[in-house]
């Protein structure tokens, strides 16, 4: 696993390496729950890639700026930092993605320019056993950022405890529903029970207690279905 950093030791890494803010990026620091620690992003695209990693059920966990692969121009010895190094969970018998976020317009332009970096990545992914991802904004901004941007808000220490466990049992009672038709359910509970329970509902479908079509946008009509659940569809 990669190591854990304090905030401080981030800051101070990232203040080593003289990072630029260009006119169409944004820079900054993204707090992981999945890798407990700070991410740092170079522009708008690489944090929304990142946010994507963390709702996606499939990652285990991930890196930013995980190494340096040096490479041969000519007689020139270069060197290039690949964006993210993600890695999936054992059972899912993915190999690790070594990626570069892009967008296209940057890729149709320098593509020349980028060519020896990324067959030297390539090459390095396979002696690893990885694979080598060019990452653009097709990729990344879909329905499924958008349903990952609002998970996001639904966090842990925010969640009422008793309204969890009250919010799983009726799951797994109903079976397949809609957080619509789960909120019937509470018709007789107090007013802030039923939103307690609903943010539970929610933060459940964050870290995939409860799952839906993360592909389609969520919605109150939403289909759900506890995790313990298998769809007749697999």
């Known amino acids: 696993m990669k190591k854990r950093y304090?905030?401080?030791?981030?800051?101070?890494?990232?203040?080593?390496r003289r990072l630029i803010l260009k006119y169409q990026s944004l820079s900054g620091l993204l707090a992981?729950?999945?890798?407990?620690?700070?991410?740092?992003f170079?522009?708008?695209?690489?944090?929304?890639f990142a946010i994507a990693l963390e709702f996606h059920?499939?990652?285990?966990?991930?890196?930013?700026?995980?190494?340096?692969?040096?490479?041969?121009?000519?007689?020139?010895?270069?060197?290039?930092?690949?964006?993210?190094?993600v890695h999936f969970h054992e059972n899912e018998n993915f190999k690790s993605w070594l990626c570069e976020v892009k967008y296209k317009a940057d890729l149709r332009d320098n593509l020349p320019k980028y060519k020896m970096k990324f067959k030297a990545a390539m090459d390095y992914c396979k002696q690893q056993g990885w694979e080598f991802k060019l990452i653009t904004e097709d990729y990344i901004r879909t329905t499924f950022l958008e349903n990952a941007k609002f998970l996001m808000r639904y966090k842990y220490d925010m969640v009422d405890q008793g309204c969890?466990?009250?919010?799983?049992?009726?799951?797994?009672?109903?079976?397949?529903?809609?957080?619509?038709?789960?909120?019937?359910?509470?018709?007789d509970a107090h007013f802030n029970v039923k939103g307690r329970c609903l943010y539970a509902l929610w933060y459940a479908i964050k870290i995939g207690e409860v799952n839906c079509?993360?592909?389609?946008?969520?919605?109150m009509k939403t289909e759900i279905w506890p995790t313990t659940i298998k769809s007749i569809v697999d």
């Open 164 to 187: 969890y466990a009250r919010m799983m049992k009726t799951m797994q009672d109903l079976r397949f529903t809609t957080p619509e038709e789960f909120m019937l359910t509470l018709k």
């Open 32 to 40: 992981s729950e999945k890798t407990n620690s700070m991410i740092w």
């Open 42 to 48: 170079e522009s708008s695209l690489e944090k929304d």
């Open 6 to 16: 304090k905030l401080s030791e981030v800051i101070e890494n990232v203040a080593k």
């Open 213 to 219: 079509d993360t592909t389609q946008k969520l919605t």
């Open 57 to 85: 059920t499939l990652v285990n966990y991930y890196e930013e700026q995980p190494l340096v692969i040096e490479y041969w121009d000519g007689e020139k010895l270069r060197t290039y930092t690949p964006d993210f190094l």
